[in-house]
């Protein structure tokens, strides 16, 4: 059973930063890229940031140049910081991991973690 545990959403003021962070089975988390999207309310989810197994990154082009998503390893996990956050960047930021086979596949979710950035 893979598990995705997400933390570290809340309430911050425009120009604000947060950190996610999101720790996965370990059974999974080193053969795989790991993923950040979101969802605002109305609106279809979208990939935030990726980050293969090697390292290896990409962005959303909303978000490039204020968010960084990086990998330990060791610990399992998978961090987003949000920095100059902006009110269009409220969401629940979903943690995924990625096919080993199929790019932009995603197989398993966390829970999801809320995101709201006050004006």
């Known amino acids: 059973q893979v598990q995705l545990v997400e933390s570290g959403g809340g309430l911050v003021q425009a120009g604000g930063s947060l950190r996610l962070s999101c720790t996965a089975s370990a059974s999974i988390f080193s053969r795989n890229a790991m993923a950040w999207h979101r969802q605002a309310p109305g609106k279809q989810r979208e990939l935030v940031a990726r980050?293969?197994?090697?390292?290896?990154?990409n962005y959303a082009d909303s978000v490039k140049g204020r968010f960084t998503i990086s990998r330990d390893n060791a610990k399992n996990t998978v961090y987003l910081q949000m920095n100059s956050l902006k009110p269009e960047d409220t969401a629940v930021y979903y943690c995924?991991?990625?096919?080993?086979?199929?790019?932009?596949?995603?197989?398993?979710w966390g829970q999801g973690t809320q995101v709201t950035v006050s004006s």
């Open positions: 980050i293969t197994k090697g390292g290896m990154t």
């Open positions: 995924a991991v990625e096919d080993r086979l199929v790019v932009n596949l995603y197989n398993y």
